[in-house]
């Protein structure tokens, strides 16, 4: 079933609660209804949108958004393991909540990423050492250049950090999602070394993925805000990675040593830590403010921020880190004009 609405408002779809509206906005119930959709769609300005929870809608959005409304959960059981076939409408969450419910291992380290399954299969979500393309088996799409649904295989995905091909520039707006399956398996066991969840779960007896589900929501819980409360995309920047002699530099800089992850020849830096260091933790200006708890996090601090305060938020906080730093910050979250 396909329902169309002219001149929407989206807050209730970007967590991090703008009040902005598209032009058009359309949902389906079915992957069949995507032929329909693109035979009749009259503007060839569009995208697709899950939860909005890696978007800055910085004004309205002139164009049509396309929201999958397909649910199917379908499973297939193979020996110890489990293939699940999702509808890209699906909160992924829920599909991580039922897994755990059940005893089987994979994603439990994924819990309470907020965001749609055929999201998390284009963003590539890691959280705690895992990320979807771990027990990604094939992704269902379609292909609105060709007018016709294509598979991908785990490979066919490309996966890199936060990454896959349907992020790269030249397949922008090309694929809709309309189902992912994922395998998941009775035989697996808890994988801790991300964190500090190994201190969290050191007592006897057997962990499942239940306990490893409640602890990483308790850990994210303690850090991140929650967007039903607090507007917000999550990290809102990347870790940048920089040369060894940026880090050096660094160093000289603060006095101190700079907490870092060795990359190949390259450093990973914590974007939080070079925001921190500039004193943006838990200002505000305006309507938005730096997470008091994690700083990487930008939230609409009175609910009524605009797409623009974000953005003048954003502006300040790469320009104070250049400045202290000679470090470019690249933001995370798509920014939607
Ligand atoms: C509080 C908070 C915590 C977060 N923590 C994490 C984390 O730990 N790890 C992590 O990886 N991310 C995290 N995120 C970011 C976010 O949850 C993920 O990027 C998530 O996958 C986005 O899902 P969504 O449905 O909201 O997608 P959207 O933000 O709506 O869209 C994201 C991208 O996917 C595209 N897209 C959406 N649906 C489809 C489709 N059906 N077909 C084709 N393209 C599509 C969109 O066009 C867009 O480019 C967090 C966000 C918040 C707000």
């Avoid at 749609?116 to 094939?138: F, H, M, P, R, S």
């Avoid at 962990?207 to 602890?215: A, H, S």
């Avoid at 995309?233 to 940048?240: I, L, R, V």
């Avoid at 605009?306 to 790469?318: K, M, P």
């Amino acid at each position: 079933m396909i329902t169309q609405s002219e001149h929407f408002n989206i807050r209730a779809f970007n967590t991090f609660g703008i009040n902005a509206q598209c032009d058009c906005w359309i949902e389906f119930t079915e992957a069949s209804d995507l032929p329909v959709v693109f035979a009749s769609m009259t503007s060839d300005r569009y995208r697709c949108i899950g939860q909005g929870s890696n978007m800055l809608f910085v004004n309205d959005y002139h164009g049509t958004l396309l929201h999958s409304r397909i649910l199917d959960f379908d499973i297939e059981h193979r020996d110890a393991d489990m293939l699940i076939r999702i509808g890209s409408g699906m909160p992924f969450d829920d599909v991580v909540s039922k897994c755990c419910e059940i005893g089987y291992w994979g994603i439990e380290n994924l819990s309470g990423i907020p965001g749609d399954a055929g999201a998390a299969a284009v963003q590539n979500i890691g959280a705690y050492g895992v990320e979807i393309k771990d027990v990604l088996v094939k992704v269902e799409a379609y292909d609105t250049f060709a007018n016709k649904f294509v598979d991908f295989s785990n490979d066919a995905c490309q996966y890199a950090y936060r990454h896959s091909v349907f992020k790269d520039h030249e397949n922008a707006g090309r694929y809709v999602v309309t189902h992912i399956t994922i395998k998941v398996t009775k035989n697996g066991g808890p994988l801790l070394n991300y964190g500090n969840l190994k201190a969290g779960l050191e007592r006897n007896g057997n962990i499942t993925p239940m306990d490893v589900r409640k602890l990483v929501i308790e850990t994210r819980n303690a850090k991140l805000p929650d967007p039903t409360k607090v507007g917000s995309a999550g990290s809102f920047f990347k870790n940048p990675v920089v040369e060894l002699a940026d880090y050096n530099r660094i160093s000289t800089i603060v006095g101190t040593s700079v907490p870092h992850y060795p990359m190949g020849d390259k450093v990973k830096i914590p974007a939080a830590w070079l925001i921190e260091q500039c004193g943006w933790k838990g200002r505000t200006i305006g309507n938005a403010g730096v997470w008091h708890l994690q700083p990487l996090v930008l939230v609409n601090a009175t609910g009524r921020a605009t797409g623009e305060e974000i953005l003048a938020l954003e502006g300040e906080i790469v320009r104070d880190v250049k400045e202290k730093f000679g470090i470019i910050l690249h933001p995370e979250a798509d920014h939607i004009y």
